[in-house]
Structure formats: C-alpha cells, structure tokens
Nanobody, 119 residues
Framework: QVQLVESGGGLVQPGGSLRLSCAASGSSFSINTMGWYRQAPGKQRVLVAAISSSRLPNYADSVKGRFTISRDNAKNTVYLQMNSLKPEDTAVYYC?????????????WGQGTQVTVSS
C-alpha cells in the first residue's frame, strides 16, 4: 500500500503562485508515475500534470507554461509549482501515484488540498 499526503494549498490572488507537495509513504519504492489532478465544483476530476520515474513530465494544455511538475525520488515527493494563477484554477487538487508507466496515474490517491484563486 501507498499513502499520499498533500500540502501547500490555500488562498492566493490572481497572478500569484503556490507550490503543492505530495509525500508518498508505505510501499513508495514501487511507484512509477506520479501526478496531480484537480476537481472544480460541479465538474469532473481532470489531470493537470504527471511525471514519470525518469522525470519526464506531461501537462494539460490549460496549465502549460504556468505550472511545473517535479519530483524528488529520494524523498518520494512530487511537487506542483503553480505560477500566474487564474480564478479558473480554483479546485481541489489531488495527488496520484501509479505502479505502472502511464500518462494518467490512478492506483493511489491523496485526500486533496484546496486551491482558491480570488481577489
């Protein structure tokens, strides 16, 4: 089993930045892909970004150029640096991990962290 714990959410003004972190524990040595999803009120959960064990990233078109995903394999942690935030980025952000090499990690989930972009 793998446990994921997110941190770093909060309230930020449009144009601001936040950095989310997700620490994996348990059988974290078995993790291949990690990523971030988000779910806005009344909408489906969508992939924001994912990163392979070799640190190859992929992004949703809506965040390209603004968000950066990275990981520290030694710390079993994945990060999401979010810059130039917009009100439409407001959502609950979920960390996910997968044992396989996939563009959409979904074997394990964190509890979610709220990001609110508002003036």
């Amino acid at each position: 089993q793998v446990q994921l714990v997110e941190s770093g959410g909060g309230l930020v003004q449009p144009g601001g930045s936040l950095r989310l972190s997700c620490a994996a524990s348990g059988s974290s040595f078995s993790i291949n892909t990690m990523g971030w999803y988000r779910q806005a009120p009344g909408k489906q959960r969508v992939l924001v970004a994912a990163i392979s064990s070799s640190r190859l990233p992929n992004y949703a078109d809506s965040v390209k150029g603004r968000f950066t995903i990275s990981r520290d394999n030694a710390k079993n942690t994945v990060y999401l640096q979010m810059n130039s935030l917009k009100p439409e980025d407001t959502a609950v952000y979920y960390c996910a991990a997968d044992l396989g090499a996939t563009l959409r990690p979904n074997d394990y989930w964190g509890q979610g962290t709220q990001v609110t972009v508002s003036s």
